[in-house]
């Protein structure tokens, strides 16, 4: 199974910074790289797909970036909605396999 | 408007049976890949089965933890899509969740139902 690892597992942040979550896959998977938004209590929410495109509806402040085995999910300025666990997938081969999460909180 | 309803969660012995439903609406469950995935209480996403659409014959897979005890299967005149776990222990609590996925943006799941949460205790 292809292991996907996130950076870091939690982290402060306050409303207006930027954030970054970094997440490497244990081989190559190409640009087949999920990331996704979870609240607690409700089912995950795609956020971008294929590495870097943003899903519609999502807003413009979240980014992706990345191939191979290393990538990015970026948030611009955070707002108070966006405090919540993320994590990352990857789909290039089954079992679809999921980073431990990243945990971004106030 | 695309929705995936759960049901079928509930208290069961170490050792019992329970079968999960997903109801879907807004498309054709034929045409698509389904996937159950689960979350343990506090814990992060696995995926524990897959199965693929009718052109691909529902081809189905599972995660080694859940191998020879859940099936996979569908009924098509319904829309619905079935998790049947059997000899369950008391590693699968959690809240077990059918997601779609969209071969066109990546495989990524765009849809997921609101969770069923299933607890195996005695």
């Known amino acids: 199974d292809i292991q996907m690892t996130q950076s870091p597992s939690s982290l402060s942040a306050s409303v207006g910074d930027r954030v970054t979550i970094t997440c490497r896959a244990s081989q190559s998977i190409s640009t087949y790289l999920n990331w996704y938004q979870q609240k607690p209590g409700k089912a995950p929410k795609v956020l971008i797909f294929?590495?870097?495109s943003l899903r519609s509806g999502v807003p413009s402040r979240f980014s992706g970036s990345g191939s191979g085995t290393d990538f990015n999910l970026a948030i611009s300025s955070l707002q108070p909605e966006d405090f919540a666990t993320y994590y990352c997938q990857q789909t290039y081969r089954t079992p679809r396999t999921f980073g431990q999460g990243t945990k971004v909180e106030i | 408007e695309v929705q995936l309803v759960e049901s079928g969660g509930g208290l069961v012995q170490p050792g019992g049976s329970l079968r999960l439903s997903c109801a879907a609406s807004?498309?054709?469950?034929?045409?698509?890949?389904m996937d159950w995935v689960r979350q343990a209480p506090g814990k992060g996403l696995e995926c524990i089965g897959r199965t693929r659409d009718k052109a691909n014959n529902y081809i189905t897979e599972y995660a080694a933890s859940v191998q020879g005890r859940f099936t996979i299967s569908r009924d098509d005149s319904k829309n619905i899509l079935y998790l049947q776990m059997n000899s369950l222990k008391t590693e699968d609590t959690a809240v077990y969740y059918c997601?779609?996925?969209?071969?066109?943006?990546?495989?990524?799941?765009?849809?997921w139902g609101q969770g069923s949460l299933v607890t195996v205790s005695s």
């Open positions: 294929a590495a870097s």
């Open positions: 807004g498309f054709i469950l034929s045409d698509q890949y």
């Open positions: 997601a779609r996925e969209e071969p066109r943006q990546g495989w990524n799941f765009d849809y």
